[in-house]
């Protein structure tokens, strides 16, 4: 029988890895990597009692961390560093589901139209400014302007 590859996975809210009870009711994660949108990610847990929400304590708001080894180099790599924005309740034939969707922080910058104007002000210091205004640090070099 061929050996069965295995790779170490870790989901963390609020920055503390899940539970084993509540990992075990972990049936999946997705994590979609998009170039020019928010990155997203889907967990998805077997809820036959209905409180996985409260036992993991997930909320809206709350972080969500994936990573992953590879099948060469089992030191995790995160994936997706962002923040719980739903939670929803699954039903069908087999059974209940707990389905947590996040996506990564720059998702905040895209709620709603935003209307401003700099004046006085650098590239770089727009591109600080409307950052940190979503919660987020700007990685840029000055710039004139």
Do not use: W
């Given at each position: ?58 909320e809206a708001g709350k972080k969500v961390e994936g990573a992953t080894g590879s099948l060469r180099d089992d030191a995790p790599e995160v ?67």
């Amino acid at each position: 029988m061929p050996a069965v590859a295995s790779t170490q996975r870790t989901v963390k809210i609020d920055g503390s890895e899940l539970t084993a009870e509540i990992d075990g009711a972990l049936e999946s994660v997705l994590v979609v990597d998009r170039p020019a949108m928010p990155d997203m990610c889907t967990l998805t847990f077997r809820d036959p009692a209905r409180d996985i929400r409260g036992k993991a304590g997930l909320e809206a708001g709350k972080k969500v961390e994936g990573a992953t080894g590879s099948l060469r180099d089992d030191a995790p790599e995160v994936l997706i560093d962002g923040e719980v924005t739903s939670v929803e309740a699954d039903y069908d034939t087999l059974g209940s589901r707990a389905i947590v969707r996040g996506y990564d922080r720059s998702h905040r910058m895209t709620a709603g139209r935003k209307t401003a104007t700099f004046q006085e002000m650098s590239y770089s210091e727009i591109a600080k400014k409307i950052a940190g205004n979503n919660g987020l640090t700007a990685d840029c070099d000055d710039s004139g302007g």
